[in-house]
C-alpha cells in the first residue's frame, strides 16, 4: 500500500465524517438534515432527494416538494419515522419542515452525537493506518523492503495518522460551536 493511496484513503475517511455531522441539527434549516432520510418508495428504500426537490425559503423551514405528487405521504411517514425530530405538514402540494430553535438539553444530545460521529472517523482512519501497517510488514517479512525502510514508512504513516485525527478533531470542534451557537 503506498503512501499516497493511504492518505486518499484517510481523505475520505474525513469526507464521510463531514458529510456525517451535516446531518445534525444546528437549529437553522439545512436540506443536508434530510440525507439519511429513506423513503420506501415502490418497495425499495429511495433518498428522500432522488425523490422530491428540497429548498430553504427562509432559516427556520425546510420545503420538499415531490416530483411524483402520489410518494407525498410516503414522504411525510418516512420523515415521522427517522430520528431527525421534525414533523412534517402536508398541504397537498408540498411538505412543510419547521425548525425550531434548540432547547439546551437537544443541543447537549447533539453535541454527544457530534462526538460518536468523531469516533467512528477516528476508529476508520486508525483501521487504515492499522492496514498500512500490516501491508509494510507484509513487505518487510517478504524481504521487499528493508527494515529501516519498514520503519520510516511506518512513521510517515504515522504521521499521516496524527494529520488526519487532528483534522477530525477540528471538524467536531466547528459542530459544536455550531450546535452550541444560540
Known sequence: MKLSEVESTMQKAIEATQRAFNTIRTGRANTSL?????VEYYGTPTGL????????????TITIQPFDKGSLNLIEKAISLSDIGLTPNN????????VPPLTSDRRKEFVKMAGKLAEEGRISIRNI????????????????????ESRDLQDEVQKLT???????????????KDITTV
Not at 432527494?49 to 427556520?60: F, G, R, V, Y
Open 34 to 38: 434530510l440525507d439519511r432520510v429513506m
Open 49 to 60: 432527494k432522488s425523490l422530491a426537490t428540497i429548498n430553504t425559503p427562509d432559516a427556520s
Open 91 to 98: 398541504d397537498g402540494q408540498m411538505i412543510r419542515l419547521n
Open 129 to 148: 493506518r492499522r492496514d498500512a501497517v500490516d501491508s509494510i510488514r507484509k513487505d518487510e517479512k517478504n524481504s521487499e523492503i528493508s527494515q529501516d
Open 162 to 176: 496524527d494529520k488526519y485525527t487532528s483534522r477530525v478533531d477540528e471538524l467536531l470542534a466547528e459542530k459544536e
